[in-house]
């Protein structure tokens, strides 16, 4: 069983920055694409960036492109997400997740449905 646990949350103003970060135990099983999601309040859960195994590999869903950069540090089993010129729309519980079955080192997907771990969420708050 793997544990993600997200951390990095918080209030911020708008045109703000953030960097969250996702910590995974790979105790017993590895983990290859990672993938952050949201969700508003009283809206469905939303892709926010995706990163391949080898960490080459990244995918944005378009309303963040070019604010927000994700990475991963395999060595340390953790997955960032830098959040820059934040926005109120963005306000969201941040989760992690990730795929327990190998797809290739390059495989990266915005699809929720491949990921099989996730953790409980972070919650991020921006003001306007």
């Known amino acids: 069983q793997v544990q993600l646990v997200e951390s990095g949350g918080g209030l911020v103003q708008a045109g703000g920055s953030l960097r969250l970060s996702c910590g995974a135990s790979e105790r017993t099983e590895p983990i290859y694409a990672m993938a952050w999601f949201r969700q508003a309040p009283g809206k469905e859960r939303e892709s926010v960036a995706a990163?391949?195994?080898?960490?080459?590999?990244?995918n944005y869903e378009d309303s963040v492109k070019g604010r927000f950069t994700t990475s991963r540090d395999n060595a340390k089993s953790t997955m960032y997400l830098q959040m820059n010129n934040l926005k109120p729309e963005d306000t969201a519980v941040y989760y992690c997740?990730?795929?327990?079955?190998?797809?290739?080192?390059?495989?990266?997907?915005?699809?929720?449905?491949?990921?099989?771990?996730w953790g409980q969420g972070t919650q991020v708050t921006v003001s306007s």
């Open positions: 997740a990730a795929d327990r079955d190998y797809r290739g080192d390059d495989f990266a997907t915005l699809n929720s449905r491949v990921y099989d771990y």
């Open positions: 990163v391949s195994r080898s960490g080459d590999v990244i």
